[in-house]
Structure formats: C-alpha cells, structure tokens
C-alpha cells in the first residue's frame, strides 16, 4: 500500500487554526452550512445520530441545530484517523477542511465506515475555482520577482475529479455540486487577512520557508487590481470561492439503484402522448419537400 504524498503541515495547520479562533472570519463555513441545511431539508428522513467533523465543526452544529434539520450533533476533529466509531452515525458531515486532507479518500472511506447502512454522507470542500485570482496575481508577481513558483495556496480538485472519489470511497447515488461564491474586497491585502481570520493561509509541507521578497504582496495586489476589478463595485477587487458538495449514502439492501444504461421500460412516445415513427419512415400526409416548400 502507497502512502499518499504529503500535502499539510498539521502542526503549521493548528497553529493556523488556533491564531483564527480568537476572531474568526466565518462568513463562508455559514454560506456552506446553509446550503448543506437546504439539502438535509429535502431529505424525507429524520436523522437522530449525525456527527461533523472540522475546526469549525460547533459552529456548523449550532446553524443546523438553528435551522431545525438535526437536534445535536457528536463533533470530531479533521485528523488523518477520524475519532469516529463504526456504523454509529446515520449522519456525517465533513465541513469545509477536505482540502487539507493528503488522503481525501482516506477520508471518505473512513466516514463510510462510521456510517450505518444507509446512512448519508455530505462533504464540503473548496473547489478549483477558489482564489483563482489570488493564485494568478502571486505567480506572476513572484516570476518576476525570483523567476520561479512556490507553493503558496493549496491545491484543490476539479468538480468532475472530486465527484470520482465518491465512487473510489465505496458510496452509492453519488452526486457533485458546486455553490460559487462571488466576494468583494478593497484589496488582496484585506483578503489575505481574511484568510489568516479563517484559518486558511499557507501551511503547506512543501511551502518556502525563506522570508518572502519585500516587494512580493505589494506587486500582487496592483496586479490583483488591474486585473481583477470587481464588475459592479468600483474601486474593489473580486475573489472566488466555490464550495464543493459531495454527497452519497453507504450502501444497503433495498436501496434505490440508478438504472443502467438501455434499461428503461417506458417509452419516450407513451410519455408525450405521440405516435412513435420507425427511423426511415414518415408520418401520412406528409413526404419529401422540394426547395419551394411543394
């Protein structure tokens, strides 16, 4: 078995996390809980023992608690080996660190396994869209600084990618969406410090150690304006985020099954109410016309 690379320094993570704990910019962890709230909603079950994992994992209880989808919730923390027991919850949420994990599908595999038969699973994450323009305006200020690239954001997947660790995690109807969240800022300096408010600055194994360039942030920022203006707010820079949702149950005797492909035992034409017409044929009354519509 492979170990996967390593991608967090958890220690320089916690460190993060903590120094954004005492005044925490938590405006997307409550746009991302919202949206998970709506979707708990639809859902015709009650469920009776759901748990959340992530630094933030309180917060995102006390919302849902607020908006009467779930009545409490047992919390657990984002490590590589989650603090869950076996088929204990119908419930897990993974609250907006996926991100952070070196094995995403560790991750999965683990909350399936702590989920009951039939239980559901709903992961959120940041997708690649997040901070494109941050990433932009750093790799272009830092090559011209010291002509090369250091990892200063983490990466994070493509909608189509993450959707396939639902599948390699084992659960059934999976499905991925993403919620893109348009935000606005005086400058990329105030966004950099809304990051470190929500503990999501660099703490990246492989990130440079060394004391960055003086100029670098400055040059970033008067990219990051002529480049990124936000469209309808003059003087004010735009930034994206786009949450990611992955959701899936642990699978089950019983459980509704997709259909396969050419499986359909109804047909298109009973459904519209219309004649069906063999390929090559056409309907009475009508033919061939010539070019002037005769």
């Not at 994992?57 to 779930?70: H, K, N, P, S, T």
């Not at 893109?180 to 105030?190: E, S």
């Amino acid at each position: 078995m492979t170990t996967p690379p390593r991608l967090t320094d958890r220690a320089a993570l916690a460190l993060r996390r903590a120094r954004a704990a005492r005044d925490p910019a938590d405006f997307l962890h409550r746009a991302a809980a919202a949206e998970v709230s709506d979707r708990l909603a639809e859902v015709n079950r009650r469920f009776t023992r759901p748990a959340i994992v992530g630094p933030m994992a309180a917060l995102w209880r006390e919302l849902l608690v607020a908006d009467g989808v779930i009545g409490g919730a047992a919390l657990a923390e984002d490590a590589e080996v989650l603090d869950l027991v076996p088929e204990a919850h119908d419930l897990l949420i993974h609250a907006l660190a996926l991100h952070w994990a070196d094995d995403p599908v560790g991750q999965l595999v683990q909350m399936r396994h702590a989920l009951a038969p039939d239980g559901l699973m709903i992961a959120a994450q940041f997708g690649s869209r997040s901070l494109q323009e941050l990433r932009a305006s750093l790799s272009e200020a830092e090559l011209a600084l010291r002509g090369g690239l250091s990892p200063r954001i983490a990466p994070m997947g493509e909608i189509r990618d993450l959707g396939g660790l639902l599948q390699r995690a084992g659960f059934a109807l999976p499905v991925a969406d993403a919620l893109v969240l348009p935000v606005t800022y005086p400058d990329a300096l105030a966004l950099m410090r809304d990051l470190r408010a929500m503990g999501e600055s660099n703490a990246l194994a492989a990130r440079d150690r060394r004391p960055p360039p003086r100029a670098l942030f400055a040059r970033a920022a008067a990219l990051y304006a002529r480049n990124f203006p936000a469209p309808d707010d003059p003087g004010r820079i735009l930034a994206t985020a786009e949450i990611v949702l992955l959701t899936g149950w642990k699978p089950a005797p019983g459980q509704p099954q997709p259909l396969r492909p050419g499986s359909a035992r109804a047909r298109l034409a009973d459904a519209l109410g219309t004649a069906e017409i063999p390929a090559g044929e056409t309907v009475a009354g009508t033919g061939d016309r010539d070019n002037d519509g005769n």
